[in-house]
């Protein structure tokens, strides 16, 4: 499914690097992206699944075209990276909280040590 998206985004993007006349670099996605949420918010409300999903898809949407964007300048690896990314973040700090009588506490020591950890990993990549 989510190469279904990508390809569908890879198509957007292009179009709006050929000539849309509203688009403004990846600065477009980001005022896209701070536009969807009040509307999400909006449609959180009782027997309204069908506008908050399609809301819901408007800032997937928007962030596969910054990905999308971010990709061609060479800053991020796509989609799959930074998905393999985050499934080790947030699992490291679930099975922190799981094991934990202290939730908070242990949601910030496994954050502060994955924080040190991106610190050693950006100075190996870039130093």
Same mark, same amino acid.
């Given at each position: 499914?989510?190469?279904?998206?990508?390809?569908?985004?890879?198509?957007?993007?292009?179009?709006?690097?050929?000539?849309?006349?509203?688009?403004?670099?990846?600065?477009?996605?980001?005022?896209?992206?701070?536009?969807?949420?009040?509307?999400?918010?909006?449609?959180?409300?009782?027997?309204?699944?069908?506008?908050?999903?399609?809301?819901?898809?408007?800032? #997937?949407?928007?962030?596969? *075209?910054?990905? @999308?964007?971010? %990709? =061609?300048? +060479?800053?991020?690896?796509?989609?799959?990276?930074?998905?393999?990314?985050?499934?080790?973040?947030?699992?490291?700090?679930?099975?922190?909280?799981?094991?934990?009588?202290?939730?908070?506490?242990?949601?910030?020591?496994?954050?502060? #040590?994955?924080?040190?950890? *991106?610190?050693? @990993?950006?100075? %190996? =990549?870039? +130093?």
């Amino acid at each position: 499914m989510l190469e279904k998206i990508r390809n569908i985004a890879q198509e957007k993007h292009q179009i709006d690097l050929n000539g849309n006349s509203w688009y403004q670099w990846m600065q477009t996605y980001f005022d896209y992206l701070k536009w969807e949420i009040p509307e999400v918010e909006e449609e959180l409300k009782e027997n309204n699944q069908v506008h908050l999903e399609d809301e819901l898809w408007d800032i #997937l949407w928007t962030y596969m *075209l910054l990905i @999308e964007w971010l %990709e =061609k300048k +060479w800053m991020v690896r796509w989609l799959e990276k930074i998905i393999a990314r985050a499934e080790i973040k947030y699992e490291e700090r679930i099975n922190a909280v799981k094991n934990s009588d202290n939730e908070k506490r242990a949601w910030d020591t496994v954050k502060a #040590l994955q924080k040190q950890k *991106l610190k050693e @990993e950006h100075k %190996e =990549k870039y +130093w």
